[in-house]
């Protein structure tokens, strides 16, 4: 059902111009206009009230032990516990996607708008496994729960060594019915809110990026990374990647690119979300992805719903012929991003824990490539990391944590996309190269 506040009535429908038929006159003996343009003119002014007032959904969440139901109200009610109210559009607004739940579907924001909430959307494990690169069956069981300050959408390297994720990993039974991360978006909880949010987006680049001294930064600076201390191997960075793609050292389940780069994984996951929100922030229409890897989990999950221009950019050559192979209607190229590549000129470049498996010195060289393509950059950071650690971390393919925003990086942190774990500091971050 459809509340319509233009008007504070239920619609089934969205107001429709009337039809270009012929003129139907006013009855004899009355002035002013025709039947048909006075309809026209209403028709026109409801459309106009439509869209300064979107018509909204009531959408009611009942939460038990083994998942949740969703019901469309027909007006709004009174909070219960184990239950909350949220209002999503039945038509797509600027910075909206669809959000499909078991039956019923709405618009949702991809970012903050004023008087919203995030609303996370949790998988059970064993379904999300078992589909694979695909969605969820309308059948399985899902958990939707608002995201407080403080709580985590994936567990932390340390907290990863144990439970459901690291049996499934190391091949154990594991616990199907363990609730992960799979969605999230922001909806407004009133009425009210949900008329004033439609215009109203809680950040855009105007009010994120930081003025005064914060703003002066200059970038990377190799003189600040410590150097690389001996690897212990004769193999160059292409050599070690390739050995990994091509002896599966990385034991992911579907991707040869490591178990965060499952499409069920809530690093993919958390992900999609943060590059949702930054396509959205920066109405971006092009996409760099350094590195991309088997690319798998961005085609089946990012580009298969958006409109974007797509270049992966990887090391390893021969997965980057696969993957050309594989998805011909995207571009992919070989290149090392850590020396002096020319990379293609993209709105924003995405990175997923690259940079994490570079040295410092590396790393530096890396995001000197990124800003020579593109003046925006969506990556994961480890807050208050200490960045020269990464000199002596042993093999091109550990990985380390890096805070952007520190030494020897110096990048102008935009704002935070969404948190990861709270425990260890980690999110994905919007930054100025």
């Known amino acids: 059902m459809i509340f319509d506040m233009s008007r504070g009535e239920h619609v089934n429908a969205l107001p429709r111009l009337p039809s270009r038929g012929g003129h139907q006159r006013a009855p004899r003996g009355r002035l002013g206009p025709c039947v048909c343009c006075t309809g026209r003119r209403e028709g026109w002014r409801r459309e106009r009230r439509s869209l300064r007032h979107p018509p909204v959904l009531v959408v009611h969440v009942r939460?038990?032990?083994?998942?949740?139901?969703?019901?469309?109200?027909?007006?709004?009610?009174?909070?219960?516990?184990?239950?909350?109210?949220?209002?999503?559009?039945?038509?797509?607004?600027?910075?909206?996607?669809?959000?499909?739940?078991?039956?019923?579907?709405?618009?949702?924001?991809?970012?903050?708008?004023?008087?919203?909430?995030?609303?996370?959307?949790w998988r059970?494990?064993?379904?999300?496994?078992?589909?694979?690169?695909?969605?969820?069956?309308?059948?399985?069981?899902?958990?939707?729960?608002?995201?407080?300050?403080?709580?985590?959408?994936?567990?932390?390297?340390?907290?990863?060594?144990?439970?459901?994720?690291?049996?499934?990993?190391?091949?154990?039974?594991?616990?199907?019915?363990?609730?992960?991360?799979?969605?999230?978006?922001?909806?407004?909880?009133t009425l009210a809110g949900a008329k004033a949010s439609a215009a109203k987006p809680l950040f855009n680049l105007a009010t994120v990026a930081p003025a005064g001294a914060e703003a002066q930064r200059n970038g990377p600076d190799p003189a600040q990374a410590a150097k690389t201390e001996d690897t212990g191997t004769a193999l160059s960075k292409a050599e070690a990647f390739s050995e990994i793609y091509r002896r599966n050292v990385w034991p992911g389940l579907l991707s040869r690119s490591g178990p965060g780069s499952d499409p069920f994984h809530p690093m993919v996951r958390i992900a999609v979300t943060a590059i949702d929100m930054a396509l959205d922030l920066l109405a971006a229409r092009s996409l760099l992805d350094a590195?991309?890897?088997?690319?798998?989990?961005?085609?089946?999950?990012?580009?298969?719903?958006r409109s974007v221009q797509y270049t992966g950019v990887d090391i390893v050559q021969h997965v980057i012929e696969e993957n050309q192979r594989s998805f011909p209607s995207h571009r992919f190229l070989a290149a090392d991003c850590s020396?002096?590549?020319?990379?293609?000129?993209?709105?924003?470049?995405?990175?997923?824990?690259?940079?994490?498996?570079?040295?410092?010195?590396?790393?530096?060289?890396?995001?000197?490539?990124?800003?020579?393509?593109?003046?925006?950059?969506?990556?994961?950071?480890?807050?208050?990391a200490p960045n020269n650690l990464g000199a002596s971390k042993g093999h091109h393919a550990h990985y380390v944590p890096y805070d952007f925003s520190l030494p020897p990086f110096n990048l102008r942190k935009l704002c935070q996309l969404v948190p990861i774990n709270h425990e260890d500091w980690t999110e994905f971050a919007l930054f100025a190269l």
Not at 124 to 147: E, I, T
Request: net charge neutral; with cysteine.
């Open 124 to 189: 059970q494990l064993g379904d999300v496994v078992d589909a694979g690169y695909r969605q969820p069956g309308d059948s399985s069981p899902f958990n939707v729960q608002q995201v407080c300050t403080g709580d985590s959408l994936s567990p932390g390297r340390i907290g990863a060594r144990v439970g459901p994720l690291a049996d499934l990993y190391q091949r154990k039974e594991f616990d199907r019915r363990a609730w992960v991360y799979w969605e999230s978006f922001w909806v407004p909880t």
């Open 339 to 384: 020396s002096n590549a020319e990379l293609p000129q993209a709105d924003v470049v995405f990175s997923k824990e690259t940079l994490n498996h570079m040295f410092v010195e590396d790393a530096v060289q890396a995001l000197k490539c990124f800003r020579r393509s593109s003046r925006y950059l969506v990556t994961n950071i480890h807050r208050g």
């Open 63 to 121: 939460n038990g032990p083994d998942g949740c139901t969703l019901e469309v109200l027909h007006r709004p009610v009174a909070r219960q516990p184990g239950c909350f109210v949220f209002v999503g559009y039945p038509r797509p607004l600027a910075g909206s996607r669809v959000v499909k739940l078991r039956g019923v579907e709405f618009y949702a924001f991809t970012a903050p708008h004023e008087d919203t909430i995030q609303v996370a959307v």
């Open 291 to 305: 590195a991309c890897g088997d690319a798998a989990w961005m085609v089946a999950a990012v580009l298969s719903r």
